[in-house]
């Protein structure tokens, strides 16, 4: 979609330390990238470097753009342009409220429009990434099944989350649909996110390891889970087996409620390896009545569509004849529900800029 579109949309990728200006137009970036300090703690200053920023992107068009469109941290009621709220560690300036979006109207004459990160995420793999992907081969494989529902899931310093149905991105009522605030797996008082994040890879590689090494990243306990840094391996490999795990529980929530292929992004995800299988096994798990009976956690067989071997039987199914009651006619009849999980292949960055990108299309042809 818009991969033919003439029309350019400027954006941004909004850091707490950085702010990066672009273009976009057809899907691609046109510009070279502006960096700029982001001056998070100073309102005035802050503001002024966003106008600089989009200035100095207009100055290298070569026609007018017809929308501004950008991720930023929340919390914010989004469809009005509003950011703020008590909780913006990367934003304190902004914690009393900013009508950032009227703002920037009234500046550049053009709509506005500011959505949460993991929402773009999800919107560009639903458009431009994961979904047409999946769809593209379950055709060339022959299989009549196509998906029309994305649940985007970003891993990094948070646990993001958005939802497309038929090229349209849920927002909800109140710019407010989440899953970082469901319980943890392991502690049910606390949120599954500290179980998910960054700071949870660290936490349970110095719980496991008993190291106490401030400067560890997830990327230097990869490294040791590879075995090419000093360190406890065990205890890297079940840092990210553990977040697998914790996720896992919490997509088998989301996934019974909104049914469709999970696509995941984000940094992290560079130690699938580790990650997934734990992921697969929670979302393959089983529960119980208290009559003693098993059932799927996920009513869906769900499948890992990064193996190709899995893929082939996820576009197969359980596809059969059924002879129509009181007709020599013959319909084809597949029994099995299906869902399938991968691992971003265009990476998060891209997908939410292709996100922001169509949003803002999508958006003005409404109207």
């Not at 649909?177 to 890879?201: Q, S, W, Y």
């Not at 990869?222 to 079940?238: H, L, M, S, V």
């Not at 499948?303 to 359980?318: I, M, P, R, W």
Request: glycine share 10%.
């Amino acid at each position: 979609m818009y991969r033919n579109d003439n029309r350019t949309v400027i954006t941004l990728d909004a850091g707490g330390t950085n702010f990066v200006f672009g273009a976009m137009r057809a899907n691609k970036f046109i510009i070279d990238p502006i960096t700029m300090p982001a001056k998070a703690d100073n309102l005035d200053e802050c503001m002024a470097t966003l106008v600089e920023g989009f200035n100095r992107v207009k100055a290298q068009l070569d026609c007018e753009p017809v929308a501004i469109s950008f991720a930023f941290p929340g919390p914010a009621d989004y469809a009005n342009g509003i950011v703020g709220g008590f909780y913006m560690p990367n934003f304190p300036s902004f914690r009393d409220g900013v009508a950032l979006g009227p703002f920037l109207e009234e500046k550049f004459g053009i709509p506005v429009y500011i959505n949460n990160d993991a929402d773009l995420y999800a919107y560009g793999e639903a458009l431009a990434g994961a979904l047409p992907e999946i769809n593209d081969k379950l055709e060339k494989l022959g299989s009549a099944k196509r998906y029309k529902t994305l649940l985007g899931y970003t891993f990094g310093t948070g646990f993001g989350f958005g939802f497309v149905t038929n090229g349209e991105l849920h927002t909800g009522d109140n710019s407010c649909i989440e899953t970082f605030c469901l319980r943890h797996k392991h502690m049910p008082n606390v949120m599954v996110e500290d179980g998910v994040a960054v700071r949870a890879v660290k936490r349970v590689y110095k719980d496991e390891s008993g190291i106490d090494d401030p400067s560890l990243e997830p990327k230097d306990i990869y490294d040791i889970a590879e075995g090419k840094r000093e360190g406890n391996q065990e205890a890297a490999r079940k840092a990210f087996a553990t977040m697998g795990e914790v996720a896992g529980d919490a997509m088998a929530t989301a996934v019974t409620l909104i049914d469709g292929v999970i696509v995941i992004g984000g940094g992290i995800t560079a130690a699938s390896k580790y990650i997934k299988p734990a992921l697969l096994n929670e979302l393959r798990s089983q529960m119980h009545s208290i009559g003693g009976d098993s059932f799927d956690r996920v009513q869906m067989k769900v499948y890992d569509l990064d193996n190709e071997q899995e893929f082939e039987l996820f576009a197969k199914g359980a596809s059969r004849d059924l002879k129509v009651y009181g007709s020599d006619k013959v319909i084809t009849y597949d029994p099995q529900k299906r869902i399938g999980v991968m691992f971003s292949h265009i990476g998060a960055s891209t997908a939410i800029s292709l996100g922001a990108y169509a949003y803002a299309l999508n958006e003005i042809d409404k109207k």
